[in-house]
């Protein structure tokens, strides 16, 4: 059983930046993959970056490559993801999740949910 806490969202302007943070309970946290999906108000729950046990080859959605970093401590049980650049358009609530196997921006594939932390970007 793994439980996600997330925290580091708030409020920013266009073009600031924002870390959210995802901890994690559980021994076996460096096997599961992770991953950061985001849900807007009136629109589906979208992918938005996933990362190995590993670390290795992190996978973006388009809309946030290069703009977005995720990376993950092993030894503190978190995963953050380093927003850049923000647009209005990346208003949401974020939610981190974890699978056991390899990554994937399958929502339906995840085993563990966050409860979200709100990420508003003001134009």
């Known amino acids: 059983q793994v439980q996600l806490v997330e925290s580091g969202g708030g409020l920013v302007q266009a073009g600031g930046s924002l870390r959210l943070s995802c901890a994690a309970s559980?021994?076996?946290?460096?096997?599961?993959?992770m991953g950061w999906f985001r849900q807007a108000p009136g629109k589906e729950r979208e992918f938005v970056a996933a990362?190995?046990?590993?670390?290795?080859?992190?996978s973006y959605a388009d809309s946030v490559k290069g703009r977005f970093t995720i990376s993950r401590d092993n030894a503190k049980n978190t995963v953050y993801l380093q927003m850049t650049s923000l647009k209005p358009e990346d208003t949401a609530v974020y939610y981190c999740?974890?699978?056991?196997?390899?990554?994937?921006?399958?929502?339906?594939?995840?085993?563990?949910w966050g409860q979200g932390t709100q990420v508003t970007v003001s134009s």
């Open positions: 559980g021994r076996t946290f460096n096997t599961y993959a």
């Open positions: 990362i190995r046990w590993s670390a290795s080859s992190p």
């Open positions: 999740a974890a699978r056991t196997g390899s990554i994937t921006s399958l929502e339906t594939l995840y085993n563990y």
